[in-house]
């Protein structure tokens, strides 16, 4: 009798070990088919920090103690990237511009310096050439409004040097975009979601065919741009707000107009997102995906891990090289291959059509930020009405003040 239920138990373990390979089979033979296409990662950020974007000093197919690096992209069997420009909140006013032209100058070199693993894309067909072809198809997110500086010119022209979307804050307001902390309380509120300008620079983005990506913004300005925008948003990484109420993630009655307005939620696999403490698993963010699917729909999600960018992450998805583990758990549950297949890329790769379809050639919008909205310092007038600042330093003003009472002295 026992005998008998030992070699029961032990059917029953090599049949559930076979069936895991088989769902982990099966993951791999859908990804071959329909690119993964992550929408944030932070390994350029890594590059800064470890050695200041120099890409001679460093072998992407050796890096160490990154969650990215070529063998793990490979045997994640990632498809598509989109690398993250970002630049903290603490360049806002400073040098945030020339920062993310940086992260957005190493993106382009790091593609250069690996051919063989890496093509630059910046449209819907050249990603799915790019897959065709064996290369991780790769594109530049910028990750934050303060890297545009309130500027339509430094927009339009990320665009021409392959920015694909841009987040509209990171964790800053922006002079024109509230972002999640004003949620919190940790933020007070400027623009009551997006200001009259943020709602131009969202025209201005479905002009030029550029991505709006809500992750990191507040509720109010989620709601103010999905009523605006013309062409479906992304969360390029943020999980739902359902299962961990983190003001980073997302809500249900927003999944619901993001579903209703044709938009994706990448869902993010920092475990303080995913379980709202330090400890989470796989299946913990496989529990977003269901809950996602459930409130919104299949047609509604994508992946969007956050590696690199992250302190911690899951048991069972502890680098790039995971995903096929996280896809086999969705066919574990059940998932269908057209459901897989719209999480990998298909859902993306619709949002991206779409927003290609509402890029137009007209000349844009060319009116400024009103001058006195964009609280900078260091910002010179050149080209408002008023000349403000003129480009002079204010501090000269007590200097000359100072220079002609002594010289009133000296003199008298
Ligand atoms: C990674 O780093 C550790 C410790 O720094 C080292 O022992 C190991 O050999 C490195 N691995 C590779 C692949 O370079
Ligand atoms: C994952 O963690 C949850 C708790 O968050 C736990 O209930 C579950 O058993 C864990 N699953 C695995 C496969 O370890
Ligand atoms: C925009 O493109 C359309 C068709 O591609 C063309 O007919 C039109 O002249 C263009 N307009 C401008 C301002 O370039
Ligand atoms: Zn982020």
């Known amino acids: 009798m026992i005998k008998k239920m030992w070699i029961f138990l032990f059917l029953l373990c090599i049949c559930s ?30 590059l800064l920090k470890r050695y200041n974007n ?19 992209l490979r045997d994640g069997l990632i498809g598509g990237q989109f690398w993250s420009a970002y630049t903290p909140c603490d360049t806002q006013y400073r040098d945030s511009v020339r920062q993310t032209l940086e992260q957005i100058d190493v993106i382009h070199r790091m593609c250069q310096k690996y051919p063989e693993t890496f093509q630059f894309v910046g449209s819907s067909t050249e990603l799915i ?20 500086d309130s500027n339509m010119a430094t927009l339009r022209l990320f665009y ?62 989620m709601k103010d741009v999905l009523q605006l925008s013309k062409a479906p948003v992304i969360f390029s990484h943020s999980s739902a707000y359902a299962l961990c109420n983190h003001k980073r993630n997302v809500p249900d009655e927003i999944l619901k107009i993001v579903r209703k307005k044709g938009g994706i939620v990448m869902v993010n696999f920092y475990n303080q997102y995913v379980t709202c403490s330090s ?28 590696y690199d960018g992250v302190t911690s992450l899951p048991t069972g998805l502890a680098d790039v090289s995971f995903y096929p583990d996280l896809v086999a758990e ?32 007209s000349s844009g919008d060319d009116e400024p930020i009103p001058y006195e909205q964009v609280k900078n310092q260091c910002r010179t007038g050149y ?13 000269l003003l007590p200097a000359v003040v100072t220079l002609v009472y002594l010289a009133h002295y000296l003199l008298v």
């Not at 004003?182 to 991505?211: C, F, P, Q, W």
């Not at 080209?383 to 204010?394: C, H, L, V, W």
Request: aromatic share 8%; proline share 3%.
């Open 17 to 46: 070990s076979c069936s895991a390979v088989q769902y982990r089979l099966r993951a791999e033979k859908l990804m071959k088919e329909t690119p993964l296409i992550d929408g944030h990662n932070d390994l350029p950020w890594q």
């Open 54 to 72: 120099q890409l001679s000093k460093v072998d992407l197919n050796k890096l160490n103690g990154t969650h990215t690096n070529i063998p793990k």
């Open 129 to 148: 050439n790019a897959f065709k072809r064996g290369r991780v198809a790769s594109l530049i997110g910028v990750e934050g409004g303060h890297s545009i």
């Open 160 to 221: 021409q040097l392959g920015v694909r979307y841009v987040t509209l804050t990171h964790s800053c307001n922006t002079p024109w975009a509230d972002n999640w902390l004003v949620d919190t309380g940790n933020d007070i509120s400027e623009s009551n979601g997006l200001s009259e300008y943020g709602k131009k620079i969202i025209l201005e983005m479905n002009r030029l065919g550029m991505i709006i990506d809500l992750a990191h913004v507040s509720v109010k300005t």
């Open 279 to 306: 400890a989470a698993n796989l299946s913990d963010v496989a529990d977003h995906f269901d809950y996602i699917k459930k409130v919104a729909g299949y047609q509604t999600l994508g992946f969007g891990g956050d």
């Open 330 to 361: 969705l066919l574990r549950r059940k998932w269908t291959d057209l459901e897989v297949k719209a999480a990998l890329g298909d859902n993306f790769i619709r949002v991206f059509k779409q927003v290609e379809q509402f890029k137009s050639n």
């Open 383 to 395: 080209g408002y009405e008023k000349q403000i600042n003129n480009g002079s330093p204010p501090v």
